[in-house]
């Protein structure tokens, strides 16, 4: 699996958009990238994901550099309950165990009133 | 997506005894794999489990540590052997139906060994 790099923690202020970035410099052109978050003492949540068109869902977006290096996942309108620990993924899609999933320190979202 | 229903959701052990974790999903799944989050820390892989062989370990994982059973597509189970203070973590069973479709997560096993 790619490596990714992301900031170890950010702010966002409630109401405002908040847009975490994630550097998967070394993606293949058959991986995927994957959002997840972890609220605490909580199971990581699936967010979205995308090869490489941008993507939208009732959560969040995606948005993924033409080059594929990097992507953005963009919370339009950041509540409270929106703190939380987000990771960036990459990874194959497959039906084979290679689908497995590494992750990385994620980034530490806080959401200020 | 798939319902993941891990027991226990929390056990207090002793050290030197064994725990054997569960994972139940509502449909079967093509890939499951189980998951260790020590304390402040992401998650770390420990091994995928096989429908009808033996798991695969990542690097630093053992069978004879962790033994891994999966009998069908909707079914495994992890065990934490001679326990020690140091497995003390959240272990969390993961699972996905192939393709680009995301893996889920279940809301994991909290342990603590004294």
């Known amino acids: 699996d790619a490596k990714t790099t992301q900031p170890p923690s950010m702010d966002c202020a409630e109401g405002r958009a908040a847009n975490l970035p994630c550097n998967h410099s070394?993606?293949?052109?058959?991986?995927?990238v994957y959002w997840y978050r972890q609220i605490h003492s909580q199971g990581p949540q699936y967010i979205i994901h995308?090869?490489?068109n941008n993507e939208t869902n009732e959560m969040a977006s995606l948005i993924i550099t033409e080059d594929r290096k990097s992507s953005t996942l963009i919370l339009p309108h950041a509540t409270l309950r929106d703190t939380a620990v987000y990771y960036c993924?990459?990874?194959?899609?497959?039906?084979?165990?290679?689908?497995?999933?590494?992750f990385g320190d994620g980034t530490t979202l806080t959401v200020k009133p | 997506s798939a319902v993941i229903s891990q027991k226990p959701s929390r056990d207090i052990c002793q050290r030197g005894t064994s725990l054997t974790i569960q994972c139940q999903v509502d449909?079967?799944?093509?890939?499951m794999f189980w998951y260790r989050q020590q304390p402040g820390q992401s998650l770390t892989l420990i091994a995928t489990?096989?429908?009808?062989?033996?798991?695969?370990?990542e690097s630093g994982f053992v069978i004879d540590k962790f033994p891994i059973s999966r009998p069908n597509l909707t079914f495994s189970t992890l065990t934490v052997s001679n326990m020690s203070p140091e497995d003390s973590s959240i272990y969390l069973c993961?699972?996905?139906?192939?393709?680009?479709?995301?893996?889920?997560f279940g809301n994991g096993t909290r342990l603590t060994v004294t």
């Open positions: 993961s699972v996905g139906t192939g393709g680009n479709s995301p893996l889920h």
């Open positions: 070394t993606i293949s052109g058959n991986e995927y």
């Open positions: 995308g090869l490489k």
């Open positions: 993924i990459v990874r194959v899609a497959t039906n084979t165990n290679a689908g497995k999933s590494t």
């Open positions: 449909s079967q799944v093509t890939m």
């Open positions: 489990a096989n429908q009808g062989s033996e798991a695969t370990y």
